[in-house]
């Protein structure tokens, strides 16, 4: 730092930021098991070396749902080994922070609990790898949280409408308004932005005088129609965003000249996919933010495995390789093999100047054997890699462009989803692949109760989630509401109306997307609310608790009108639900459910927790809509509205193309959602100044241009 801004470090904030560092991926693995651990240990200790103010994490700290207990244990350790001592925090929170944390039992941050000790707090949104799940919506950084190691924010409990509240912090002289979006399915989160369903708040005193950071974890590149948020939806006012996601290290800020904002994508900090974004060297950033100036400084990660790739296609060397040549698999491989060298020996020349970096390396080779080649077998080309690469079961790949044919228009030609690799091109989508499957499959096999939208959804939640009863729920719930709507429509039972009105209803559907996420998140919660059924009664064990659990059920059926049923009851509150059961030993069957440490009443709670689901009674399997339909004479259905919903999204870690700066003045914007909004002059004289000096960092050196003449 250069010697005229010591005197002004009590008015900056310094500020590690990472985003995706997916602690536990590949933990099994016997080599890359701990590259995670490593590199996160490797973050922290350059925070404390730089004495920073906190920690700031863009999403995706862990790489699954539901993180081992290994990968549990050791970021507990890592997290109280650095984030906790005697160094005093420099800054203050000036917000209400009972709104900023309001869905926590501890609603303000770690460093101001009298029974910690913290030095350097850390603020993460969640991603979409560390969503909050379950019947209780929690995720693995509330459980950190819950610990005082770690402030979760930027979650948003609401489907219908958003509204961002910042955290307002103030060292000395400067003021930084944080807003954070965690993880949303970017179909919902884009029909949000565009029915300007997302607001962000803004301070009432001096609203130009605070330094405005936004973090948020959503595709950048755009992988659909709706399948990303444009940069352009983001409120003008925003000075600087941190983009979690995408993989690829974009740390340097590049300006957005439509709403003249800076933008930082840090990357991972872990190779998980072998595509060309994750080759670029990973950085972490130190942000350093005075007043209404910045700067990036990037620091390098040096714990981070080396990772190398190529490309080869065979049709571009006819002097080599000739599909007619008997011998030409053979020379294929060995052309390989020379590649393959070629990378090992660029890594060892590499790794001389770095001794902390792992030993072995990931390589990469993707052959292109479009023309009439054969690969050759991958397996028996490893083997002679196994003591010197990384990933020796998957160093080459093979692929090539299949030519379209004459095809009937009711097929699906997986061959062009699948004619560039998966794990490099774009994540295959299941709701995408059951949605066309269902849609280009012939008559007779097409969904005639469900939609495609539902059923992708389901899956989607049973592979990720493991919601084991999320079809079953869907199901179900989908024939409930259609069997009401027949009895509505008061149709005769007879088969041909029957199947008619069916189509009809589910046409309606289909066209109301907003209805149909509602029923998918309705069939959801059902199947969490089952399941979360299962597990209380599991713990009960002795005969004088199944006692009381006949005694409280028997209660509770006596009390139906209140709609309190502990046995098909699931609690959306914090801390709810299998602990609640588990701590009502030794406890009468009345005095269960009322003492919760002064929450009020029981049926209060009852009432504002959500709604209870009991058991329903459904027609058998593979029964027919119009057996289903006559049967639904004799039995009553409920209906029933969700108050929990549990969200997927499917990563797509693929290249992003950097915004190119322009020259040109742009005077037109998107609408902004905000509460208050700016007029074109005063936007486009928007003070915020971007120096990045790699090498030699000064951050504030003496300049009055402002970001307009900076273009």
């Known amino acids: 730092m250069g010697p005229g801004t010591a005197q002004d470090d009590e008015n900056t904030f310094k500020i590690l930021v990472a985003t995706d560092i997916h602690l536990g991926y590949l933990e099994k693995d016997p080599v890359r098991g701990n590259d995670t651990f490593v590199t996160f240990d490797e973050i922290l200790r350059h925070a404390q070396e730089n004495e920073?103010?906190?920690?700031?994490?863009?999403?995706?700290?862990?790489?699954?749902?539901?993180?081992?207990?290994?990968?549990?244990?050791?970021?507990?350790?890592?997290?109280?080994?650095y984030c906790m001592g005697d160094r005093p925090v420099q800054f203050e929170i000036v917000s209400d922070q009972s709104v900023n944390f309001s869905f926590s039992k501890f609603p303000w941050v770690n460093y101001q609990d009298g029974n910690l000790n913290i030095s350097i707090p850390v603020f993460s949104i969640h991603g979409n790898h560390d969503d909050p799940t379950g019947a209780d919506a929690l995720c693995a950084l509330d459980i950190l949280s819950c610990a005082g190691l770690l402030n979760h924010f930027g979650r948003s409990v609401s489907v219908e409408k958003i509204d961002i509240s910042p955290l307002l912090l103030r060292k000395g002289s400067t003021k930084i308004a944080l807003y954070g979006l965690g993880a949303i399915p970017d179909e919902r989160l884009y029909r949000m932005f565009v029915s300007k369903q997302v607001t962000m708040l803004r301070p009432k005193e001096d609203e130009d005088s605070w330094f405005n950071l936004f973090v948020i974890h959503q595709n950048r590149s755009k992988h659909g129609a709706t399948n990303y948020i444009p940069e352009q939806f983001l409120d003008?006012?925003?000075?600087?965003?941190?983009?979690?996601?995408?993989?690829?290290c974009k740390i340097a800020p590049t300006r957005n000249e439509q709403q003249l904002f800076y933008v930082s994508q840090p990357g991972s900090s872990v190779v998980t996919s072998l595509s060309p974004g994750e080759a670029v060297k990973k950085h972490i950033g130190l942000l350093h933010i005075k007043g209404k100036r910045m700067n990036m400084q990037k620091i390098p990660l040096e714990t981070v495995r080396c990772f190398y790739i190529e490309d080869i296609v065979l049709a571009n060397h006819p002097d080599i390789f000739n599909p007619d040549d008997p011998k030409v698999t053979e020379k294929i491989q060995a052309f390989c093999m020379e590649k393959v060298d070629a990378m090992l020996d660029k890594s060892e020349r590499e790794r001389l100047g770095s001794p902390r970096q792992p030993e072995k390396p990931l390589i990469r080779l993707r052959v292109d054997y479009t023309g009439g080649f054969e690969p050759f077998n991958v397996h028996r080309f490893s083997q002679k890699f196994m003591d010197r690469v990384a990933n020796p079961k998957d160093i080459v790949h093979f692929f090539r462009h299949r030519e379209q044919k004459e095809k009937n228009e009711n097929e699906i030609n997986f061959?062009?989803?699948?004619?560039?690799?998966?794990?490099?091109?774009?994540?295959?989508?299941?709701?995408?692949?059951?949605?066309?499957?269902?849609?280009?499959?012939?008559?007779?096999v097409q969904l005639s109760l469900l939609t495609e939208r539902g059923m992708g959804e389901a899956v989607q939640e049973f592979v990720d989630k493991e919601e084991k009863d999320a079809i079953e729920e869907l199901v179900k719930f989908q024939l409930e509401k259609t069997q009401r709507f027949l009895k509505e429509r008061r149709t005769d039972a007879e088969e041909e109306k029957i199947d008619e009105e069916v189509r009809k209803f589910r046409e309606t559907r289909k066209k109301n997307t907003e209805e149909e996420d509602e029923e998918v998140r309705e069939a959801m919660t059902r199947a969490r609310a089952h399941r979360s059924q299962e597990t209380v009664h599991t713990t009960f064990s002795s005969d004088d608790e199944l006692m009381d659990t006949r005694t409280v059920e028997q209660k509770g059926s006596d009390d139906s009108d209140d709609g309190f049923s502990i046995s098909a009851t699931t609690s959306r509150g914090r801390g709810r639900g299998r602990a609640r059961a588990r701590g009502t030993r030794g406890q009468s069957a009345a005095t269960r459910g009322v003492s919760r440490r002064g929450r009020g009443n029981t049926s209060q709670e009852s009432s504002s927790s959500g709604r209870t689901y009991k058991p329903i009674a459904t027609p058998t399997k593979n029964m027919s809509i119009f057996d289903a339909f006559k049967s639904s004479r004799q039995q009553p259905s409920r209906n029933s509205s969700a108050k929990n919903y549990s969200e997927d999204i499917v990563d797509d870690d693929s290249d992003v193309e950097e915004i190119p700066f322009t020259a040109s003045k742009v005077n037109q914007r998107v609408s902004s959602t905000s509460t208050s909004s700016k007029t074109d002059s005063q936007s486009l004289s928007k003070g915020v100044d971007f120096e990045s000096d790699e090498d030699e960092f000064d951050p504030f050196k003496n300049t009055t241009a402002s970001r307009r003449n900076r273009r």
Not at 236 to 248: A, M, N, P, T
Not at 417 to 429: D, H, I, N, V
């Open 52 to 81: 920073v103010d906190f920690i700031l994490l863009g999403g995706d700290l862990f790489h699954e749902n539901k993180p081992s207990r290994k990968t549990l244990h050791t970021t507990f350790e890592i997290l109280r080994k």
């Open 236 to 248: 003008d006012f925003i000075d600087l965003v941190i983009w979690g996601h995408e993989h690829e």
């Open 415 to 444: 061959g062009k989803l699948l004619s560039r690799p998966a794990p490099e091109g774009t994540t295959l989508r299941v709701e995408d692949l059951v949605k066309q499957y269902f849609q280009t499959a012939e008559k007779k």
